[in-house]
């Protein structure tokens, strides 16, 4: 047994005592899975004894909270590197609208079963239906499988009390979980009705505010390394990491924010310039002109001044976690790579005015291992750069607040493990 799954049985047993208001969330007849996240809505003093028993805990290495307007939520790091994700409800909003009552559940939506109080059938039903649908999502497969696998008799009952409490028609219950999204704007009218405008008005607010705490969620993680040493890997392997176990929306990026296009897509347009660029060898470019070597590196420039801010719109305040494969540290140790010739120490200088990413990993590997992997660089460029990026982010360590850490990369277990490790410092 997992020291999460541990936790979860000892959390359970301590909201058995709890005496304030509260309500788990589960999405089954089980009161809850060892395997999902925890959902529990509860009033404020509940939700300050349960941070109170997190502090105490002895299976916890670390936790944070995050606090929205209508929730808080709870990222739990156990000793045993295992992960569980607390959302601390206090009313249910999405964006401008309360789509479900807070009140009305902790009063009769609820029932006593082992000694916890979890939600009713119907309401199970209701709060599933309305998250998925006002999230644009279609319903998970595991939940329509309990709710069709139930009686007629208690199919038909839910149906009906769907029905009545959003206003909606629909042949069956099976019709209105496969095709949720298509009653999206019949919901949004029917709860419009059961929130007045000035209601709508001080939720959208909140909301915006809300906005700006997704940012403690966005993290940018770049990887780094000479070609062959395993990055590209180990990126994928660390992104399936975080959307499985950690649940988290990710999106990977190469190189650089990529708002302008590679240039060479002026003369062979995007799909073939993209086509080229992943067939050339690395560092075959032949550009030895620094006027030339001038406009090409600000014009990629220009790309991170700008592309940052629309990343920052498009993604950071959207609580993503961003993986880049490769970073602006290229420019500073391998201009050649993009048929650049400039001095190292301009590139370095103007780092000053790019986003700094949480955290960044360089990949190395001895070279006999990475010409094992790819015959894409000498010896000698192996070595060379590997020694540039060591000493790049051994300065960059010291002298700035975010992680710059080289890690030897032999064994993609054990990397990931100090990858993961160190996700968990930035948490």
């Given at each position: 047994?997992?020291?999460?799954?541990?936790f979860i049985?000892?959390?359970?047993?301590?909201?058995?005592r709890?005496?304030g208001?509260?309500?788990?969330?589960?999405?089954?007849?089980?009161?809850?899975?060892?395997?999902?996240?925890?959902?529990?809505?509860?009033?404020?003093?509940?939700?300050?004894?349960?941070?109170?028993?997190?502090?105490?805990?002895?299976?916890?290495?670390?936790?944070?909270?995050?606090?929205?307007?209508?929730?808080?939520?709870?990222?739990?790091?156990f000793?045993?590197?295992?992960?569980?994700?607390?959302?601390?409800?206090?009313?249910?909003?999405r964006?401008?609208?309360e789509y479900?009552?807070?009140?009305?559940?902790?009063?009769?939506?609820?029932?006593?079963?082992?000694?916890?109080?979890?939600?009713?059938?119907?309401y199970?039903?209701?709060?599933?239906l309305?998250?998925?649908?006002?999230?644009k999502?279609?319903?998970?497969?595991?939940?329509?499988?309990?709710?069709?696998?139930?009686?007629?008799?208690?199919?038909?009952?839910?149906?009906n009390?769907?029905?009545?409490?959003?206003?909606?028609?629909?042949?069956?219950?099976?019709?209105?979980?496969?095709?949720?999204?298509?009653?999206?704007s019949?919901?949004?009218?029917?709860?419009?009705?059961?929130?007045?405008?000035?209601k709508?008005?001080?939720?959208?607010?909140s909301?915006?505010k809300?906005?700006?705490?997704?940012?403690?969620?966005?993290k940018?993680?770049?990887?780094?390394?000479?070609?062959?040493?395993?990055?590209?890997?180990?990126?994928l392997?660390?992104?399936?990491?975080?959307?499985?176990k950690?649940?988290r929306?990710?999106?990977?990026?190469?190189?650089?924010?990529?708002?302008?296009?590679?240039?060479?897509?002026?003369?062979?347009?995007?799909?073939?310039?993209?086509?080229?660029?992943?067939?050339r060898?690395p560092?075959?470019?032949?550009?030895k002109?620094?006027?030339?070597?001038?406009?090409?590196?600000?014009?990629?420039?220009?790309?991170?001044?700008?592309g940052?801010?629309?990343?920052?719109?498009?993604?950071?305040?959207?609580?993503?976690?961003?993986?880049?494969?490769?970073?602006?540290?290229?420019?500073?140790?391998d201009?050649?790579?993009?048929?650049?010739?400039?001095?190292?120490?301009?590139?370095?200088?103007?780092?000053?005015?790019?986003?700094?990413?949480?955290l960044?990993?360089?990949?190395?590997?001895?070279?006999?291992i990475?010409?094992?992997?790819?015959?894409?660089?000498?010896?000698?460029?192996?070595?060379?750069?590997?020694?540039?990026?060591?000493?790049l982010?051994?300065?960059?360590n010291?002298?700035?607040?975010?992680?710059?850490?080289?890690?030897?990369?032999?064994?993609?277990?054990?990397t990931?493990?100090?990858?993961?490790e160190?996700?968990?410092?930035?948490?």
């Amino acid at each position: 047994m997992s020291l999460r799954e541990k936790f979860i049985e000892e959390l359970l047993n301590f909201l058995r005592r709890v005496q304030g208001k509260y309500a788990i969330l589960a999405k089954s007849d089980l009161p809850i899975s060892t395997e999902s996240d925890i959902d529990i809505l509860c009033d404020d003093e509940t939700s300050k004894e349960i941070i109170s028993y997190l502090e105490k805990n002895y299976t916890i290495k670390k936790f944070s909270v995050v606090s929205y307007s209508f929730m808080k939520t709870i990222y739990i790091v156990f000793k045993d590197n295992s992960f569980l994700e607390i959302d601390l409800i206090q009313r249910f909003i999405r964006k401008n609208l309360e789509y479900l009552s807070s009140e009305e559940i902790l009063q009769k939506g609820t029932n006593i079963k082992n000694g916890l109080s979890i939600l009713k059938p119907e309401y199970q039903l209701l709060y599933i239906l309305l998250f998925y649908t006002l999230n644009k999502k279609p319903i998970k497969a595991k939940y329509m499988k309990f709710f069709l696998s139930l009686p007629e008799s208690k199919k038909t009952q839910l149906l009906n009390f769907i029905k009545k409490h959003l206003n909606i028609n629909s042949s069956s219950l099976e019709d209105l979980l496969k095709n949720n999204i298509s009653f999206r704007s019949k919901i949004i009218n029917s709860l419009k009705k059961k929130n007045p405008i000035h209601k709508r008005i001080k939720f959208l607010i909140s909301y915006i505010k809300d906005i700006k705490t997704n940012l403690h969620k966005s993290k940018v993680i770049t990887f780094n390394g000479v070609d062959g040493a395993g990055k590209t890997t180990i990126l994928l392997n660390f992104k399936e990491v975080l959307e499985k176990k950690y649940r988290r929306n990710v999106i990977t990026l190469r190189h650089r924010p990529s708002l302008l296009p590679i240039l060479s897509a002026i003369k062979y347009g995007k799909k073939e310039a993209e086509k080229r660029t992943l067939q050339r060898p690395p560092r075959t470019g032949e550009n030895k002109s620094f006027l030339s070597s001038i406009l090409r590196f600000s014009y990629y420039y220009i790309d991170y001044l700008i592309g940052q801010w629309i990343v920052f719109a498009k993604y950071r305040l959207r609580g993503y976690i961003i993986l880049y494969d490769r970073y602006y540290f290229d420019f500073i140790v391998d201009s050649k790579r993009s048929n650049i010739n400039i001095n190292p120490n301009l590139a370095k200088k103007l780092y000053t005015f790019i986003h700094k990413p949480e955290l960044n990993i360089f990949l190395y590997a001895p070279t006999e291992i990475i010409l094992s992997r790819k015959r894409e660089l000498s010896s000698k460029d192996i070595e060379t750069l590997t020694n540039k990026y060591l000493t790049l982010f051994k300065e960059l360590n010291r002298k700035r607040p975010e992680i710059y850490v080289s890690i030897e990369n032999i064994n993609k277990q054990e990397t990931l493990k100090k990858i993961e490790e160190l996700f968990q410092e930035v948490l």
